[in-house]
C-alpha cells in the first residue's frame, strides 16, 4: 500500500488551461504539504494543511488553490497555467505539524509541463 | 530566515569508496537537521536527522551526519558506497517551535560509478 499517493504522475498540457493534481495519505496524518521542485531540482514549501486547515501559505500566486476536503485529502487546483509553472508537484505529510522534527512522508511526484 | 547551501552540485565517486556530501547552514533561530534523498522517479526519503544530544547522527543505508555547530555544516558521509547509493540528496533546515516547514538546499546528485 502506498503512503502517500498522488495523481496523475504525469500532466502535460497547455498555457492557459486549468488543472488538478491529487494527493491521498493513508497513514492517518494530521498535516499535509504541497511542494514544488523546478528544473535544477529545487524544492520549495507551497502550501501545508493541518486538520484541513491552511496554516502555511508561501507567497504562492493565487491561480495556486489548494483544496483539502477531508485530512487524508490535499489537492492543488491550478488556473490559467503559465509556462513557469512547469515542475514537479510533491504532496507530503507528517503526523503533526507543531512538531516540526517529524520526518515528512512523500510521494512520488506529479511532473507537470506547460506548453 | 533560514537557508541551506549544499557545496557541490555533483559527486561522482568509484564504488566502495567513502564520500562526504557538505552542507552548510544559515538560521536566525534554532533548527533541526535533516538529509533526505530523492531515488530516481521517487519522492524523497528520510535518510536522518539531528534534534540535539550527541552530534554525530546515524541513519539508513550506512550512511552517518555530523552537527557543527560552530560551523554551521551538518555534512553527511559513507564509509563505502554501493552503486545503489545513485540519487540526489537533499539538506534540510525546520525552525525549532514553529510549524514544520522543511528549507532545502539544491541538492546534490551522487553518482556511483563501478
Known amino acids: 500500500d502506498t503512503a502517500v499517493s498522488q495523481t496523475p504522475k504525469y500532466l502535460v498540457t497547455q498555457m492557459g488551461n486549468d488543472k488538478s493534481i491529487k494527493c491521498e495519505q493513508n497513514?492517518?496524518?494530521?498535516?499535509m504539504y504541497w511542494y514544488k521542485q523546478d528544473s535544477k531540482k529545487f524544492l520549495k514549501i507551497m502550501f501545508s494543511?493541518?486538520?484541513?486547515?491552511?496554516?502555511i501559505n508561501e507567497t504562492v500566486p493565487n491561480r495556486f488553490s489548494p483544496k483539502s476536503p477531508d485530512k487524508a485529502h490535499l489537492n492543488l487546483h491550478i488556473n490559467s497555467l503559465e509556462l513557469g509553472d512547469s515542475a514537479v508537484y510533491f504532496c507530503?505529510?507528517?503526523?503533526?505539524?507543531?512538531?516540526?522534527?517529524?520526518?515528512?512522508?512523500f510521494g512520488s511526484g506529479t511532473q507537470l509541463s506547460v506548453l | 530566515a533560514q537557508s541551506v547551501t549544499q557545496l557541490d552540485s555533483q559527486v561522482p565517486v568509484f564504488e566502495e569508496a567513502p564520500v562526504e556530501l557538505r552542507c552548510n547552514y544559515s538560521?536566525?533561530?534554532?533548527?533541526?537537521l535533516f538529509w533526505y534523498v530523492q531515488y530516481p522517479n521517487q519522492g524523497l526519503q528520510l535518510l536522518l536527522k539531528?534534534?540535539?544530544?550527541?552530534?554525530l547522527v546515524k541513519g539508513i543505508n550506512g550512511f552517518e551526519a555530523e552537527f557543527n555547530k560552530s560551523q554551521t555544516s551538518f555534512h553527511l558521509r559513507k564509509p563505502s558506497v554501493h552503486i545503489s547509493d545513485t540519487a540526489e540528496y537533499f539538506c534540510?533546515?525546520?525552525?525549532?517551535?514553529?510549524?514544520?516547514?522543511?528549507?532545502f538546499g539544491a541538492g546534490t546528485r551522487l553518482a556511483v560509478h563501478p
Open positions: 507530503a505529510s507528517s503526523q503533526d505539524a507543531a512538531r516540526s522534527y517529524e520526518k515528512l512522508f
Open positions: 497513514l492517518g496524518h494530521d498535516t
Open positions: 494543511y493541518n486538520n484541513k486547515e491552511l496554516i
Open positions: 538560521s536566525s533561530v534554532s533548527v533541526y
Open positions: 539531528y534534534l540535539s544530544g550527541s552530534t
Open positions: 534540510a533546515v525546520s525552525p525549532r517551535g514553529g510549524y514544520n516547514k522543511l528549507i
